[in-house]
């Protein structure tokens, strides 16, 4: 395989570059005393436990 087909190599400080240029500062942190813990109301989607095959669409 010749150079030209590999993929350029960056130095760390680079791709640190790189990151800044493209996505810019990130914002603050949150703090912990703004953090909220978050409770699941909803029923979780996803297949039901008892029925596995309604959800079986290859059978159409």
């Known amino acids: 395989?010749?150079?030209a087909d590999e993929e350029p190599r960056f130095t760390d400080d680079e791709?640190?570059?790189l990151r800044?240029?493209?996505f810019?500062?990130?914002p603050?942190?949150?703090r912990p005393?703004?953090?909220i813990e978050l409770t699941e109301t909803d029923?979780?989607?996803g297949a039901p436990e008892n029925a596995?095959?309604?959800w079986d669409l290859r059978h159409g």
């Open 20 to 22: 800044h240029a493209r």
């Open 28 to 30: 603050p942190a949150v």
């Open 33 to 35: 005393e703004d953090r």
């Open 52 to 54: 596995p095959e309604r």
């Open 15 to 17: 791709c640190a570059f």
């Open 1 to 3: 395989m010749s150079d």
């Open 43 to 45: 029923p979780a989607r």
């Open 24 to 26: 810019g500062e990130l």
